[in-house]
């Protein structure tokens, strides 16, 4: 539901943000937006982001998200659009679920607030700087704004839908004597491991590649998407190949990965859907939910 449009008085002064699960400027009592999205093209965008007011994670607000055209005086409206809430599947009673190979489920000792992902669909018609307005509205409160200002690139750095995935020869369990050398999970996932992405898309397969890094994600919405794979295993494994790449080279935390650089990716995480022709058919940048991944797995299954 769209939050009721109301004049939000003491908002002078975009924040400059560009960075993944940046803070705006931390005012007390202010909204703050927790970005999890960097990469911002022209064109079509899926925007997710968190939110959080005196340190505490705002869930399942009401949010809508406002677009300014910032290249005159006057910022000038130019779009609106609400910000739905996708509740995270693998986050039960404030703590990251973790599910082993043989289906077994436990909680990781360390708890967590943020339940849940706002996400927009933003449309840039050009690059450059523009103007985001975050208005939330928890229950029958008041209505809360934040203000921040990001860049639409021209063109996408990582692959972009439509684009042909590279051709990675990334390592697979049976390259190292030990899967802790390439996947930092704690326990690693084996199944994640088996095929190397040039591999499946020689054979016509379809994948889902998955770039993070478990042991070393520091960001407060990095969220645990490599659980949020792995929940899709047991039932697309058997037609979909899953590929788990670590950003940091094994047994360097100082030196990507060659597979991550291959991608240009400059941010994690990062889930890619590619099809059996190597095509490019969804891609998720931070926090991501089992239900906007799935919906995006089946939509290019069926055309398989």
Not at 10 to 15: A, K, V, Y
Not at 41 to 59: E, T, W, Y
Not at 173 to 196: K, M
Not at 259 to 277: A, H, Y
């Amino acid at each position: 539901m769209l939050v009721s449009l109301v004049s939000i008085a003491g908002f002078s002064e975009w924040t400059v943000s560009s960075a993944a699960a940046e803070l705006t400027a931390p005012t007390p009592g202010q909204l703050q937006v927790l970005i999890t999205t960097s990469e911002l093209v022209v064109g079509h965008n899926r925007f997710a982001f968190g939110l959080l007011k005196d340190d505490k994670v705002l869930n399942a607000a009401s949010v809508a998200v406002r677009l300014y055209d910032l290249r005159s005086q006057e910022a000038r409206l130019t779009a609106e659009t609400p910000a739905h809430y996708h509740k995270l599947e693998v986050v039960e009673q404030g703590k990251h679920i973790h599910i082993h190979p043989d289906g077994t489920r436990h909680a990781h000792g360390g708890g967590t607030d943020v339940h849940g992902i706002y996400v927009a669909a933003i449309t840039f018609q050009r690059p450059g700087p523009w103007g985001l307005e975050i208005l939330a509205r928890q229950g029958d409160g008041p209505v809360e704004a934040a203000r921040l200002t990001i860049t639409a690139d021209e063109m996408p750095r990582a692959p972009a839908v439509g684009a042909a995935a590279p051709r990675s020869r990334n390592l697979i369990a049976s390259d190292v004597t030990d899967l802790r050398q390439i996947d930092s999970s704690e326990p690693p996932d084996p199944r994640l491991h088996q095929t190397r992405v040039a591999d499946a898309i020689a054979q016509g397969k379809p994948q889902v590649i998955v770039f993070a890094t478990p042991r070393y994600c520091t960001s407060r919405v990095c969220g645990p998407v490599v659980d949020v794979v792995r929940t899709l295993i047991p039932t697309y494994g058997h037609r979909v190949a899953f590929v788990h790449q670590e950003i940091w080279q094994a047994g360097s935390p100082l030196r990507f990965s060659p597979t991550f650089e291959e991608w240009r990716l400059s941010s994690e995480p990062w889930i890619f859907v590619v099809d059996g022709r190597g095509m490019i058919r969804a891609r998720f940048e931070g926090l991501t939910t089992r239900a906007e991944l799935e919906a995006a797995l089946r939509g290019m299954l069926a055309l398989e």
